[in-house]
């Protein structure tokens, strides 16, 4: 990745750290963000707003998946 993208990747990160609330972060293969994604969709309260941030790195993606603060509980 160039030092652009790393920059961009910061950034996004900052903003949604910011405003939303992290409910799953680390390093998983991509089976494992599939199923997060569709465990947090089909929760009682479907979220209004679901970011998710990956970044893949040898066969792994490091990333997190934020919720708005006022859909976490």
């Known amino acids: 990745m160039k030092n652009k993208d790393y920059t961009a990747l910061r950034k996004i990160r900052e903003v949604a750290n910011d405003n939303f609330v992290d409910i799953t972060a680390g390093k998983e293969d991509i089976d494992f963000w599939k199923k997060e994604v569709d465990r947090t969709y089909h929760r009682t309260v479907v979220p209004r707003v679901m970011v998710l941030v990956l970044e893949r790195d040898r066969g ?3 990333g997190a998946m934020y919720v708005s ?3 976490f509980r």
């Open 69 to 71: 603060k006022e859909d």
């Open 60 to 62: 792994k993606y490091n």
